[in-house]
């Protein structure tokens, strides 16, 4: 596994990859290094088949503060066609991070500004404090939040994504919520345990068939009826049904007894 100085990447025995922003002196403000490490730490996890889910969360006080100041200094002395590569290698993390096989939870405390709502939005699922605070605060410093902002858009809609991305305006992690940003909301002191209940109620459930389903999700999309998704649809359900796990699934439930996925976890 790489060695990384942004990152942490743990991996638990029951198949839960924990990758946490780790620049907790700098409110995890990410920076060239951190994008760089971030597409090889998902390459990791792509790689390790044996894993369920993976959450994403941040090293002290802050989920992450956005860019880093330092490094939105030096991309201001590029060119344009240096902006551009960086701009690439951002988009390239949110891209693959949002089309990561397997499911992703975000948690998230403290302040969470700027790039970290593409973070944030890239998830499967997010959860976070109710004191937790957001902003789209790009315009404020001249610049607009461009490659996150179709994630944003997916995940609390074009009039709200319009609003705070032209405004700025700071919102608590309750509004999140509210917005969709979020799935639930905890007190503070109580969001390790709301993850560890995530995370028990997430290993009830197949690997194979949660990867299945976030693929089947994506290709669903906004519903579209067409013939095609109908026909991938009818070919989704018949190969689970006929994997090792779907079986299995079917015969434990028949059975009575729990599924072998869930008779070992920690």
């Not at 990561?100 to 970290?116: C, I, M, N, S, Y």
């Not at 609390?156 to 992690?173: C, P, S, V």
């Not at 049904?241 to 072998?260: I, M």
Request: charged share 25%.
């Amino acid at each position: 596994m790489p060695d990384f100085n942004t990152l942490q990447l743990e991996f638990s025995t029951s198949g839960i990859a924990t990758l946490w922003l780790n620049r907790p002196e700098k409110n995890n403000a990410f920076n060239a290094e951190m994008i760089r490490e971030l597409l090889l730490a998902f390459d990791e996890v792509e790689a390790r088949p044996e894993l369920r889910f993976m959450l994403l969360r941040g090293r002290g006080k802050h989920f992450s503060a956005g860019a880093d100041l330092t490094w939105m200094q030096e991309s201001a002395k590029l060119d344009y066609n240096a902006n551009l590569n960086d701009s690439r290698e951002l988009a390239q993390v949110m891209a693959s991070l949002y089309q990561l096989k397997l499911p992703t939870l975000a948690v998230v405390q403290g302040a969470a500004f700027g790039g970290a709502l593409g973070l944030i939005s890239c998830c499967d699922m997010a959860i976070g404090s109710k004191d937790a605070l957001f902003s789209l605060s790009e315009v404020r410093i001249g610049i607009l939040p461009a490659v996150i902002s179709p994630y944003v858009v997916k995940a609390i809609g074009e009039r709200a994504a319009r609003r705070y991305a032209l405004t700025a305006e700071r919102f608590d992690g309750l509004r999140a919520e509210q917005l969709g940003l979020l799935a639930a909301t905890y007190p503070a002191d109580a969001l390790d345990q709301a993850v560890a209940d995530w995370t028990a109620n997430l290993l009830l459930n197949g690997p194979a068939a949660m990867r299945a389903t976030k693929a089947l999700m994506q290709e669903v999309k906004h519903g579209e009826l067409t013939t095609a998704l109908r026909r991938y649809t009818e070919a989704s359900i018949a190969r689970v049904r006929v994997s090792p796990e779907g079986q299995e699934g079917l015969t434990a439930f028949l059975d009575k007894r729990k599924p072998s996925w869930q008779q070992n976890q920690e």
